[in-house]
């Protein structure tokens, strides 16, 4: 299989703040990866696939990028409701596994 | 509007098997890959499977195989994620998701729209 692994895993920042989130995968996936934003108590939301392309009706504020192995999901100006958990995943091959989770909260 | 609405809160006993369903609404349900996450509490996804409910093709994670099966009955645009022998370490919540693309595509491009999880509670 397949790993994903997030960094950081948990995050503190506070409103207007820029943050970064970087995804690793243990192979190569070349940009079959896509970045969800989970709140307490509800199905995650598809923010970014395809490496870097944005979900009709997100803000763009979010932005992914990279390819291969490595990626970013960055938050350009954080809104409070964005503090939430951050997950990665991988499509190139099956299992289709998510990252742990970065768990971004209000400093 | 499109949106998946899944089946109530399930209890069942270890050994048992759980059946979920999975309504589409505002779409055709085969027009798209649907697939199969579940999360145990306070823990990460777990992507299970996908079902292709247009020929009724599957791929499930090795993880579940043998004991999980993905149907789907388009004539009332219901998806289904049976699973079966189940265990303490099955209690999570078990959501749908609608790939993103259109068939043709494959089931490659994320999920887009989510069902609202259901609870299955093995004790």
């Known amino acids: 299989d397949i790993q994903m692994t997030q960094s950081p895993s948990s995050l503190s920042a506070s409103a207007g703040d820029r943050v970064s989130i970087t995804c690793r995968a243990s192979?190569?996936?070349?940009?079959?990866l896509h970045w969800y934003q989970q709140s307490p108590g509800k199905a995650p939301k598809l923010l970014i696939y395809s490496a870097s392309r944005l979900q009709s009706g997100v803000p763009s504020r979010f932005s992914g990028s990279g390819s291969g192995t490595n990626f970013t999901l960055t938050i350009s100006s954080l809104q409070p409701e964005d503090f939430a958990t951050f997950y990665c995943?991988?499509?190139?091959?099956?299992?289709?596994?998510f990252g742990q989770g970065t768990n971004l909260d209000i400093k | 509007q499109v949106h998946l609405v899944q089946s109530g809160a399930e209890v069942r006993k270890p050994g048992a098997s759980v059946k979920v369903s999975c309504e589409a609404a505002?779409?055709?349900?085969?027009?798209?890959?649907m697939h199969w996450v579940r999360q145990a509490p306070g823990q990460g996804l777990e992507w299970m499977g996908w079902i292709n409910p247009n020929n009724g093709g599957i791929k499930y994670s090795q993880k579940f195989q043998g004991r999980i099966t993905m149907t789907r009955d388009t004539s009332i645009s219901t998806a289904y994620m049976e699973l079966s022998s189940l265990t303490s370490d099955d209690t999570a919540v078990y959501f749908c998701?609608?790939?993103?693309?259109?068939?043709?595509?494959?089931?490659?491009?994320?999920?887009?729209?989510w069902g609202q999880g259901t609870t299955v509670t093995v004790s």
């Open positions: 998701a609608r790939a993103r693309d259109i068939v043709a595509s494959g089931p490659f491009y994320g999920m887009d729209v």
């Open positions: 995943q991988q499509t190139y091959d099956t299992p289709h596994t």
């Open positions: 505002g779409y055709t349900l085969s027009d798209y890959y």
């Open positions: 192979q190569t996936i070349n940009n079959y």
